[in-house]
C-alpha cells in the first residue's frame, strides 16, 4: 500500500509546473527512499586523494561512505579465509601495513586496545575468549627479542612459522570497527571566530574547545575502538606510534561529518581546498615521534583527543611547526619520507624558527601543509586511554616554493 502511494504521488508531481531540474532532484531524493534500490558497481580499487576530493567537492558524503566501505569490505583486512578477497595492496605493505610482521610497541598496542574493547562490549569479548585471541597475541609478543636485538630490520619482528599459526588469521584484522550515527553538531562554532583571517596571515591557527563534548566523546571513543591501526613503523629509524589511513578501515561516518564540519566553520580557508585525505596515529611514550617532514596538501589539521590529566608535560607533546618551506623542485621522498635529512639546510638558514604548539585535549592546529613540521617531544602517563592521540585532515593540494602541485 505504501508503494501505491509513492508512485502515485510520484505520477501526481508529473503535472505540477516545476523547473526540471527541481523536479528531477525532488524525484530522486524520493527514489532514494525506497522505490528503487541504487545500482552500484562494487568498489574493487582503492579511493585515491583525488577520489575523496571529488565527493567532497560535490557534497556526496553517502556516495563517499559507501565506496570506502565497501571496498574495505572486499579486502583480506576481513575475518575469516582469505579467499576470493582483494589481497593487501604493496603500497600498504611497504608503508607498514602489512600482515606478516609486527613491533614490541604494535603488539603491545594491539592488546591493550582488544583488552580496552573486551570490557565495553561483550559480543566482542565472547568472541575474543572463544578464539583465545587475546593469549594468542601475549605468546607472540613475548617471542619478540629486545630492540637492540633487531638491529638489522630496525626493530620490526618478521613472523616465525610459530607467530603465523597463532595470530595468522586475527593480527591486521578487522576486529571490531563501529561506525556510530553522526552527531547534528560536531564543532562549538563561537570557538572558530576569526579563524579564517587569522589562517590568511600565514601563521598556524590554535582553536581551543573546538568539539562540542558529545563529538569529542564521539570521536576519541570510535579511534580508541577500532581496530584499524594497521600500521607501523621500524622504531629504530622513526619512532612508536601505530596509524590507521582513510582507504583502509579509518571510514567511520562521523570522521568525514567532522571534516565536513571543519569546511562550513572556515569557508574561506577551505573554499577550493575540499578534503583530500586522513589519518590518526596513536603513539607510544618509550618512543619519539614524527621527525621533520611536510604533508602534500594545502591545509593541514591536526586534532588532540587525549585528555590533559594524561599529558605529563604540558607545555609540550604538540607539534613544532617550521618557517620553512621544501622548494618548488623537491620530490615527495625530501619533503616527507626522508624529510629530516632534506631539510636540514633549509632549517638552518632560518635558525630553525618556528611556532611550537603544546598538546592539549580538544585543540586544533590549523596551518599551511607544505611547512615543515614534527612532533615536539613528549611524555604522556602509561596506559592505553591515556596514549597520544593524533587525528589529521588534509585539504586541498600543496603549495611549495611558488607553484601548486
Known amino acids: 500500500m505504501m508503494m501505491l502511494r509513492r ?239 582513510v582507504e583502509d578501515g579509518l571510514h567511520a561516518r562521523a570522521l568525514l561529518e567532522l571534516a565536513s564540519a571543519l569546511q562550513r566553520a572556515m569557508p574561506e580557508t577551505f573554499r577550493d581546498r575540499p578534503l583530500a585525505y586522513l589519518w590518526c596515529y596513536k603513539y607510544d611514550s618509550d618512543y619519539g615521534g614524527i621527525k621533520v617532514h611536510a604533508d602534500e596538501a594545502a591545509v593541514n589539521v591536526n586534532v588532540w583527543l587525549t585528555p590533559d590529566d594524561a599529558n605529563l608535560d604540558p607545555a609540550g607533546g604538540g607539534l613544532v611547526i617550521y618557517t620553512a618551506k621544501p622548494g618548488a623542485a623537491a620530490s615527495a621522498e625530501e619533503y616527507n619520507s626522508r624529510g629530516d635529512e632534506f631539510a636540514r639546510e633549509l632549517l638552518e638558514a632560518t635558525d630553525y624558527a618556528n611556532v611550537t604548539v603544546p598538546y592539549k585535549q580538544n585543540r586544533i592546529v590549523i596551518f599551511d601543509s607544505a611547512l615543515y613540521h614534527k612532533t615536539d617531544d613528549f611524555t604522556f602517563k602509561p596506559g592505553y586511554e591515556n596514549r597520544r592521540i593524533n587525528l589529521t585532515f588534509l585539504f586541498g593540494k600543496m603549495r611549495r616554493g611558488d607553484g601548486e602541485l
Open 7 to 245: 508512485i502515485a504521488f510520484l505520477v501526481a508531481l508529473v503535472a505540477i509546473p516545476t523547473s526540471g531540474n527541481r523536479f528531477a532532484q525532488l524525484l530522486e531524493r524520493l527514489v532514494g527512499g525506497g522505490l528503487e534500490e541504487k545500482k552500484r558497481a562494487p568498489q574493487v580499487s582503492p579511493l585515491t586523494s583525488d577520489d575523496v576530493a571529488h565527493y567532497f567537492r560535490t557534497g556526496d558524503l553517502d556516495e563517499l561512505c559507501w565506496a570506502l566501505r565497501d571496498y574495505f569490505s572486499r579486502t583480506s583486512r576481513q575475518l575469516g579465509p582469505v579467499d576470493g578477497l582483494l589481497p593487501l595492496r604493496e603500497a600498504l605493505v611497504a608503508k607498514g601495513a602489512g600482515n606478516t610482521y609486527a613491533s614490541a610497541y604494535k603488539l603491545d598496542h594491539d592488546i591493550e586496545q582488544l583488552e580496552y574493547v573486551a570490557k565495553r562490549n561483550a559480543t566482542v569479548r565472547a568472541w575474543l575468549d572463544e578464539h583465545d585471541v587475546l593469549g594468542r597475541f601475549r605468546r607472540v609478543r613475548a617471542r619478540i627479542p629486545p630492540l637492540e636485538a633487531l638491529e638489522r630490520t630496525r626493530g620490526l619482528w618478521g613472523f616465525r612459522p610459530d607467530d603465523v599459526e597463532d595470530i595468522g588469521a586475527y593480527y591486521n584484522r578487522a576486529i571490531h570497527v563501529p561506525d556510530p550515527e553522526p552527531l547534528g553538531q560536531y564543532l562549538q562554532v563561537m570557538s572558530f571566530e576569526g579563524a579564517d583571517a587569522n589562517f590568511a596571515k600565514g601563521k598556524p591557527v590554535v582553536i581551543d574547545d573546538a568539539l562540542t563534548p558529545a563529538a569529542l566523546d564521539q570521536i576519541r571513543s570510535l579511534l580508541l575502538e577500532s581496530t584499524v591501526f594497521y600500521e607501523t613503523k621500524m622504531p629504530e629509524q622513526f619512532g612508536g606510534y601505530v596509524g590507521a589511513i
